[in-house]
């Protein structure tokens, strides 16, 4: 009954024109096929496109997608960086997943959650653990929290409601300050569902809503996902963010799971994505993922990848999707080793997760090493929040817990509006430089405090510089006067 339930099919069929919808795998094949060796200097006009804050036409991207020359790849690789700096400036924003269930209804291929694979292992937290959890995760230092659920009745909206409710509910005081401190924006990544449901997840107060197409080839995507399932249904889950719109969750994110088909198409196919939701409802994604395939225990596709991405692919998959869709921001996660994370991070990268404990209660039970079998993939990067910060001040990026945007209704059509004019990033470098300023007081190891220091001062003397801010002396009164409130101990505090 619970699974006759949830397919809506009017809001699929509201979407497709001529009973097809927006991804043409004829004309994607066509226009990366038709793209082979472009021109330098066509490619030279496309970065100048994208270094003014454009999405790229599919054309454009296909033709970034067949260069194969290094010198034309260094310029793509500057010019990734050159707009990252523009839009996001040196910012790195930090979460952290909590697996709520690992109970699902399906059998991804791929994925060790899948029903086939079920045992007296899997499990769904109650609120008292996800308490526990929520805790675990503010001893660290995070913010953000991106809720992940498996597709299950017995994880519903209902029981991601009362997740939600309890997370935003846990205060704790933080190590070294001893300040309060709390989870102040939930992000959720769970299955595609109706606009009805959905609403309840905008009025329980979500931040961003996140689907991943895993691949946007139907014939793949159908071999992977069994027809006889929920997520058999291609086109529920290629909508599902346009019912989002419409329950006015403005804030989504996309991804492909890359290595189930062929990455340039996958790239194609996210920006497809961006474009179709750019179309109808003025605004593209918030942020787009790209994780790599990596082992799950009983998933035999894992070991069998025709399609696994190369590292250098991957670097470049990155790049392109950096100029392709200048404003949405890039999601590498702890799947990645640390050293390609380094590298992405300077060809565009703006979030990253760390601390991350991918077990079902893996943060609150205190173990270093996971088991597999509660787990749904590998993770390459186990280091904690307090090591990657170092690591990224030291590269010269400052960590931002900045969750101000939704707070003050800078989402959706606002704030794309506000990033393809690169005015947000100055109100995020504010923002950054606040939140990081709790971190140091509140969390950091002396190392990281040394560093960390060094940077917040240069950081306010680039700010002080900026002819943005020394038009808006009222704006950069409240910053000076809010950064002096939170070294007296005041929490919280944002433009
Ligand atoms: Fe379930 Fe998601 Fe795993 Fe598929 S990928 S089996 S939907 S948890």
Redesign the pocket.
């Known amino acids: 009954e619970w699974k006759k339930d949830v397919i809506v099919r009017d809001e699929i069929d509201k979407y497709l024109i001529d009973g097809k919808d927006f991804i043409d795998e004829e004309k994607i094949h066509a226009q990366i096929a038709n793209a082979k060796n472009p021109d330098p200097e066509y490619i030279r006009g496309i970065l100048q496109k994208s270094l003014s804050i454009k999405t790229l036409a599919p054309e454009e991207t296909a033709a970034l997608l067949n260069v194969e020359s290094p010198e034309l790849w260094d310029e793509i690789n500057e010019a990734a960086l050159q707009v990252k700096k523009k839009v996001y400036d040196n910012r790195i924003v930090f979460f952290a997943p909590l697996y709520c269930s690992n109970l ?1 209804v ?3 291929e791929y ?1 060790g ?2 029903e086939e694979n079920c045992d007296e292992k899997r499990r769904i937290l109650t609120q008292d653990e996800i308490r526990k959890e929520t805790e675990s995760v503010i001893d660290e230092g995070h913010k953000r929290l991106i809720l992940v659920f ?2 299950h009745p017995r994880s519903d909206v209902d029981y991601m409601v009362d997740t939600i409710n309890t997370v935003y509910s846990v205060y704790r005081d933080a190590p070294v300050s001893g300040r309060e401190a709390n989870i102040r924006r939930a992000n959720i990544n769970a ?1 595609p569902m109706s606009s009805a449901k959905l609403k309840k997840l905008k009025e329980a107060g979500i931040g961003t809503y996140q689907v991943f197409q895993e691949t946007y080839h139907h014939e793949t995507y159908n071999k992977v996902h069994p027809t006889n399932t929920l ?1 058999g249904d291609y086109r529920w889950r290629l909508y599902a963010l346009h019912r989002a719109m419409d329950a006015g969750l403005d804030d989504v994110a996309i991804g492909a799971l890359f290595g189930l088909y062929d990455w340039r198409f996958e790239v194609m196919g996210l920006l497809y994505h961006t474009i179709d939701l750019e179309n109808r409802f003025g605004v593209g994604p918030h942020t787009i993922s790209f994780p790599r395939i990596t082992p799950a225990s009983g998933s035999s596709l894992s070991n069998n990848l025709p399609h696994q991405v190369s590292d250098e692919d991957f670097k470049k998959l990155v790049a392109i999707l950096r100029l392709s869709v200048p404003t949405a921001g890039l999601i590498v996660t702890a799947r990645e080793q640390p050293e390609l994370k380094r590298e992405v991070i300077n060809l565009g990268c703006t979030q990253t997760d760390a601390s991350t404990r991918i077990g079902i209660g893996a943060y609150s039970d205190q173990k270093t090493e996971e088991d597999l079998d509660k787990k ?1 993939f590998t993770i390459g990067d186990p280091r904690d929040l307090d090591d990657v910060i170092r690591e990224v001040a030291e590269l010269g990026y400052i960590s931002s817990f900045c969750t101000a945007g939704y707070r003050c209704g800078r989402t959706g059509e606002t704030i794309m509006g506000m990033l393809s004019h690169c005015v947000e990033g100055k109100f995020c470098k504010l923002n950054a430089v606040l939140t990081f300023r709790e971190y140091l007081n509140d969390y950091a190891s002396p190392e990281t405090k040394a560093i960390g220091e060094e940077l917040i001062l240069k950081e306010i003397a680039e700010i002080e510089a900026e002819p943005y801010f020394a038009e808006r002396p009222h704006l950069m009164e409240k910053f000076r006067a809010e950064y002096k409130d939170i070294l007296l101990g005041k929490r919280d505090l944002y433009l």
């Open positions: 699902c399906n059998n991804c994925c959650f899948r498996g597709e299955a997520k749904q």
